[in-house]
């Protein structure tokens, strides 16, 4: 069977070493698909000696110095099937490697983007020969360029989560290296009113911009994401520590001092951060699948001087809540339940008091004391029977 296979492939014209051991890949485990083709090719250049085998002659040019005069003067053609695509492939690795040079990266993957081609012929190869001990073609070449890729970089291939990808297109005849997101864990204090969360146009600076503006500096990144465990409003300081994930997106460089980046980011007096290590995606979902409760120190000033304030324990429980009116432009109008765990309050004066709120993650506060015209209920307001806002507030603590 394997020789009959072989004298096909032989007849077909000029197959590769790669080509003709690959069609017996799954065969003597251990050698590489060239030392296969070579050992078969060994075997069918004497069948081809003895007058027994008719096949192309180039496929025994100069092989074994061949008796048989038409192997003299032939010239080495083009593989049938790949059409020599493997003697390509150190240009295009070479191509890659000129681009690795300005990356940190410990790992990576290869993607190969196939020639239509080199798919067809495998595709009529495998009509005719059949597929019982063959792998696929493009197996072969990632193979390969995982090897000339590992060998120069002394760098490993890493299938789930490498540092960066090295797409090699073979229709095109390109190389491209997408780099994989870097992610920074850490907590973060914000000390100032006024300052929003994440990155907007609208703003001149954010907490994001804080945080992100050493860390793209080092890593020579593209663009960058912060994903933290809620978000305070911009008006908020926020006292607690909170827990957020800065996604780095198409960085250069890796290897970052996160204990000098710690230092810059804390010479703000706006924002705070420390325990920085390095992550992972898995940590994002788990921060933005936390829903912790939240305590907020409030100061809530009233138009009317406040007689009965220990009708404010009645906002402990559940509480309705539909999309505040501020924002109805921006988002589908919609009603949730929030729970208010607790209530404290200390009097400043008879129309100023400072409370304690512990509440369920995505409470809107601002309604929760105003009512927003009956679209939060109960809220602080209707319970006291005068008309509320807040002054100011702060996020002083998270509970499970």
Same mark, same amino acid.
């Given at each position: 069977m394997i020789i009959g296979t072989a004298a096909k492939m032989l007849e077909m014209g000029y197959v590769c070493d790669h080509c003709l051991g690959r069609q017996f890949a799954k065969l003597m485990r251990g050698g590489t698909n060239v030392e296969r083709g070579r050992i078969i090719r060994d075997f069918m250049a004497l069948e081809y000696e003895s007058g027994e085998l008719k096949a192309e002659p180039s496929?025994?040019?100069?092989?074994?110095?061949?008796?048989?005069?038409?192997?003299?003067?032939?010239?080495?053609?083009?593989?049938?099937?790949?059409?020599?695509?493997?003697?390509?492939?150190?240009?295009?690795?070479?191509?890659?490697?000129?681009?690795?040079e300005k990356m940190d990266f410990e790992n990576f993957m290869i993607g190969v983007k196939m020639n239509d081609s080199l798919v067809m012929k495998e595709e009529s190869l495998w009509e005719k020969m059949g597929i019982k001990h063959s792998e696929p073609i493009k197996?072969?070449?990632?193979?390969?360029?995982?090897?000339?890729?590992?060998?120069?970089?002394?760098?490993?291939?890493?299938p789930n989560s490498p540092d960066v990808i090295i797409i090699i297109d073979l229709q095109k005849k390109q190389t491209e290296i997408l780099s994989n997101p870097l992610f920074v864990y850490g907590n973060? #204090?914000?000390?100032?009113?006024?300052?929003?969360?994440?990155?907007?146009?609208?703003?001149?600076?954010? !907490?994001?911009?804080?945080?992100? #503006?050493?860390?793209?500096?080092?890593?020579?990144?593209?663009?960058?994401?912060?994903?933290?465990?809620?978000?305070?409003?911009?008006?908020a300081r926020c006292l607690v520590w909170r827990p957020f994930v800065l996604e780095l997106k198409h960085p250069l460089r890796r290897k970052v001092n996160l204990?000098?980046?710690?230092?810059?980011?804390? #010479?703000?007096?706006?924002?705070?951060?420390?325990?920085?290590?390095?992550?992972?995606?898995?940590?994002?979902?788990?921060?933005?699948?936390?829903?912790?409760?939240?305590?907020y120190m409030v100061i809530v000033e009233f138009e009317e001087p406040v007689e009965k304030i220990d009708d404010a324990k009645k906002i402990v429980g559940v509480v309705r809540q539909m999309t505040p009116a501020r924002i109805l432009g921006r988002k589908e109008d919609r009603t949730k339940h929030k729970k208010v765990k607790s209530i404290k309050w200390k009097r400043i004066n008879s129309k100023t008091y400072q409370f304690e709120i512990t509440a369920e993650s995505g409470l809107y506060l601002h309604e929760l004391v105003s009512g927003d015209s009956?679209?939060?209920?109960?809220?602080?307001?209707?319970?006291? !029977?005068?008309?509320?806002k807040i002054r100011e507030f702060d996020l002083i603590g998270f509970e499970e």
């Amino acid at each position: 069977m394997i020789i009959g296979t072989a004298a096909k492939m032989l007849e077909m014209g000029y197959v590769c070493d790669h080509c003709l051991g690959r069609q017996f890949a799954k065969l003597m485990r251990g050698g590489t698909n060239v030392e296969r083709g070579r050992i078969i090719r060994d075997f069918m250049a004497l069948e081809y000696e003895s007058g027994e085998l008719k096949a192309e002659p180039s496929n025994f040019h100069c092989h074994f110095h061949a008796k048989r005069n038409e192997t003299d003067n032939v010239k080495l053609r083009e593989c049938v099937v790949c059409g020599n695509v493997f003697e390509n492939l150190g240009k295009l690795s070479a191509d890659a490697l000129k681009k690795l040079e300005k990356m940190d990266f410990e790992n990576f993957m290869i993607g190969v983007k196939m020639n239509d081609s080199l798919v067809m012929k495998e595709e009529s190869l495998w009509e005719k020969m059949g597929i019982k001990h063959s792998e696929p073609i493009k197996t072969e070449i990632n193979r390969e360029l995982t090897n000339i890729i590992s060998s120069a970089t002394g760098s490993k291939t890493e299938p789930n989560s490498p540092d960066v990808i090295i797409i090699i297109d073979l229709q095109k005849k390109q190389t491209e290296i997408l780099s994989n997101p870097l992610f920074v864990y850490g907590n973060y #204090k914000k000390f100032e009113r006024g300052l929003p969360q994440t990155s907007s146009p609208l703003y001149k600076q954010t !907490v994001q911009d804080i945080i992100s #503006k050493p860390l793209v500096k080092q890593t020579s990144a593209s663009s960058n994401v912060l994903h933290a465990l809620g978000r305070e409003d911009k008006d908020a300081r926020c006292l607690v520590w909170r827990p957020f994930v800065l996604e780095l997106k198409h960085p250069l460089r890796r290897k970052v001092n996160l204990r000098k980046i710690s230092s810059e980011i804390n #010479k703000s007096e706006k924002v705070k951060v420390r325990s920085l290590r390095f992550s992972g995606r898995k940590e994002i979902i788990a921060i933005k699948s936390s829903k912790p409760y939240k305590v907020y120190m409030v100061i809530v000033e009233f138009e009317e001087p406040v007689e009965k304030i220990d009708d404010a324990k009645k906002i402990v429980g559940v509480v309705r809540q539909m999309t505040p009116a501020r924002i109805l432009g921006r988002k589908e109008d919609r009603t949730k339940h929030k729970k208010v765990k607790s209530i404290k309050w200390k009097r400043i004066n008879s129309k100023t008091y400072q409370f304690e709120i512990t509440a369920e993650s995505g409470l809107y506060l601002h309604e929760l004391v105003s009512g927003d015209s009956g679209r939060t209920r109960p809220s602080i307001a209707q319970l006291l !029977v005068k008309k509320a806002k807040i002054r100011e507030f702060d996020l002083i603590g998270f509970e499970e």
